[in-house]
């Protein structure tokens, strides 16, 4: 399979489930939801979506089950869009990127904090 595929395919992907959490999700642990990644095997059967809460005291438990018990949805909205023959099954990972900027951001102000006379 052509990886120009695959990126492709994973942009839209990545794209659609955005645009269903932004516009047509009405579950609110999902709210504070951003996706930050797609991952797609080679052969277009599996895609792992990754996520990070915008809100910290979110709960990433409730937000994590959620979304797999809403996967079924966004598999069937990802099939109107790609139009594909198979719809890859997907399933959802906690990216902990943006807890880690959170954390580095903490660090840089208490430096500066301590810097300052």
Do not use: C
Request: no cysteine.
């Amino acid at each position: 399979m052509s990886t120009r595929r695959v990126a492709r395919v994973e942009g839209l992907i990545q794209n659609e489930v955005s645009r269903l959490l932004l516009l047509k999700i009405k579950d609110p642990r999902l709210k504070s939801i951003v996706v930050t990644g797609v991952k797609i095997t080679p052969d277009l059967k599996r895609a792992r979506i990754y996520y990070g809460l915008l809100d910290a005291q979110a709960d990433r438990t409730a937000a994590a089950l959620a979304l797999e018990r809403s996967s079924g949805f966004f598999r069937r909205e990802i099939a109107q869009v790609l139009k594909m023959r198979f719809v890859p099954e997907i399933g959802f990972e906690y990216d902990q990127a943006l807890d880690y900027g959170r954390h580095m951001d903490a660090i840089f102000e208490d430096l500066e904090a301590h810097r300052k006379p």
